[in-house]
């Protein structure tokens, strides 16, 4: 009992700092942006999370498969992610700071954190799957930490004055710096010995693409599809959502609110739904299954982008509020609920490389396009110096990305239709012998 508590201890403290790390400036970056001139290309920041996910995620995945135990792999990420993040963060502080510069230190940075979150998933899933552990059952109760590091450094980053400052990316490479050292001590993930598959075309072998042939798999294919599709929402509030809320600042009816002056105070509470939504997904998956669960997760969307077209910090806080509860539903049910899938459906020999193709999937090619998109959208409606009244705008390009989830809906619930669960024939049972959830 003392071995398993200790590793679930461990697994805790990791989640915790995978995600302070992001939470220091995913969603002030924003506010920091806007604030020293450059509002207009606040999406080419978010959107480079998404491009280097086209690739580092997977090469990553493959590489911790066959050549370098996960849990070092993410170290080694980690170390040079907080070194180029530190770099951006004091070039920042320095006077005649130029967007381009800080852009590439910023890109190098994110380009070594991204891959991080799926390797991450890795360790976890091999540590529980090896001692035992049903991963739809446990793992959720161990993710619900990252959530709250999450929290408690965009709130830290609030309440000490960060929000429009650089200083927000020195946090992060601190912490970065913090999990570098603590996942040298984490569970060993073996690389597989396999053989070649002879059948398989040269760079397949070569590089161990094995993950690419999940998408011979209709169900599969047609879940990575719309997991693009659903992942271009993603990094849409994280961009936009605090420069929204702090614009309300600009309005003599809310200048004086709470929120319009502590807009990641009021968007921790999506983080907080998160950590109550995370402990739903064993239940909603066993009850509901991958369908409908994913299509709450979209509904979710819908509101969360429509709620904020509605509210605004004074009389209409309630809808902002109503927002960021339902973000909870929208990301958890979503990437974890996904994450759990994807390894449910993936052979062991595969696992971190199929985590990795998931991730290339949403915060690769979705969330590109997603943030590219709606920097378009809100500049046309936001930015754009012909605009009269900024928050006419902002309610406008909600209501286009609530639309555009209401569309994702539809379509999914008529084309995504599974025909069975799959689990594979090992990790079958939990360390009291129960049978695995099948999603």
């Keep these: 009992m003392n071995i398993r508590m200790n590793l679930k201890l461990r697994l805790i403290i990791m989640n915790y700092l995978e995600f302070a790390v992001w939470g220091a400036y995913l969603t002030s970056m924003g506010s920091y942006l806007a604030e020293a001139g450059f509002g207009s290309i606040i999406g080419w920041f978010y959107s480079i999370q998404g491009v280097v996910s ?4 997977g090469i990553m995945g493959i590489v911790a498969d066959k050549w370098v135990p996960a849990q070092k ?14 770099a951006t963060g ?9 967007i381009g510069m800080l852009f590439t230190l910023y890109a190098f940075s994110v380009a070594f954190f991204m891959p991080t979150i799926a390797l991450s998933y890795s360790v976890a899933f091999n540590a529980l799957a090896t001692n035992g552990y049903d991963t739809v059952k446990i793992f959720p109760s161990i993710r619900i930490f990252g959530t709250i590091g999450f929290i408690c450094t965009m709130v830290a980053v609030d309440l000490l004055g960060f929000q429009t400052s650089s ?6 490479a601190a912490l970065s710096l913090l999990l570098a050292a603590y996942s040298l001590t984490l569970p060993a993930s073996p690389v597989k010995e396999q053989e070649a598959d002879k059948s398989s075309p040269l760079l397949v072998r070569i590089f161990g693409l094995d993950s690419f042939k999940l998408f011979k798999k209709k169900k599969m294919a047609i879940f990575f599809v719309f997991s693009m599709f659903i992942g271009v929402c993603l990094q849409i509030t994280n961009g936009y959502a605090n420069p929204f809320i ?18 990641n105070i009021l968007i921790s509470l999506s983080q907080i739904s998160e950590t109550c939504c995370i402990l739903l997904i064993p239940f909603c ?5 991958i369908k ?7 509904l979710a969307w819908v509101l969360r982008f429509g709620l904020f077209g509605l509210g605004d910090t004074g009389s209409g806080l309630w809808m902002l509020v109503l927002s960021c509860i339902v973000y909870g539903v929208a990301f958890d049910f979503f990437n974890i609920s996904g994450a759990l899938f994807v390894d449910q459906n993936t052979d062991a020999d595969t696992r971190s490389s199929a985590q990795g193709l998931f991730m290339m999937m949403t915060n690769g090619f979705g969330a590109t396009v997603g943030t ?3 920097q378009a959208v809100v500049n046309t409606f936001v930015y754009d110096e012909g605009v009269t009244d900024a928050l006419a705008g902002w309610r406008t390009s909600w209501f286009i990305f609530a639309g555009y989830a209401l569309v994702l809906l539809v379509l999914f619930g008529i084309i995504f239709r599974p025909k069975r669960p799959l689990t594979r024939p090992t990790d079958t049972l939990s360390p009291k012998g129960e049978g695995k959830v099948s999603i």
């Design 292 to 298: 409908k669960v994913m299509m709450i997760a979209i």
């Design 73 to 86: 792999l993410l170290s080694l990420c980690h170390l040079v992610a907080g070194l180029f993040m530190g």
């Design 54 to 57: 086209l690739f580092m995620p």
């Design 90 to 98: 004091f070039y920042g502080m320095t006077s005649g700071c130029e």
């Design 285 to 289: 998956l066993k009850k509901f299954g």
């Design 372 to 374: 590219l998109s709606a």
């Design 246 to 263: 702090t614009s309300f600042k600009d309005v003599a009816e809310y200048a004086d609110t709470f929120c319009a002056q502590h807009a």
């Design 167 to 172: 200083k927000q990316f020195v946090v992060s």
